[in-house]
């Protein structure tokens, strides 16, 4: 059983890991939450062991709406970071 978390990808990743999560319909492509969970695990490892990012550090960001735009976002909750427009 999962503790109480606010890390909504990995509990979507665990109840429904096959469920489409976002679509991009531009492109044409979508992932689900457990596709997305694991991406922003990897973003979120890449951030923390390669540019020292920890929760409360703020991230500017200039990107349109877009699915890598929204793996970021996860990211950023995922480890408390704080993204800035």
């Not at 606010?6 to 689900?32: F, N």
């Not at 939450?33 to 973003?43: D, M, S």
Request: net charge positive; proline share 4%; with cysteine.
């Amino acid at each position: 059983m999962l503790e109480y978390t606010k890390d909504w990808s990995a509990r979507w990743a665990l109840y429904s890991p096959h469920k489409v999560a976002v679509k991009d319909y531009t492109l044409g492509t979508s992932v689900t939450y457990q596709e997305l969970h694991r991406r922003a695990c990897g973003l979120a490892n890449f951030f923390e062991q390669e540019m020292g990012l920890q929760k409360g550090d703020r991230l500017m960001v200039m990107a349109e709406h877009s699915l890598p735009y929204v793996i970021l976002f996860t990211t950023a909750q995922k480890m408390g970071l704080v993204l800035v427009p």
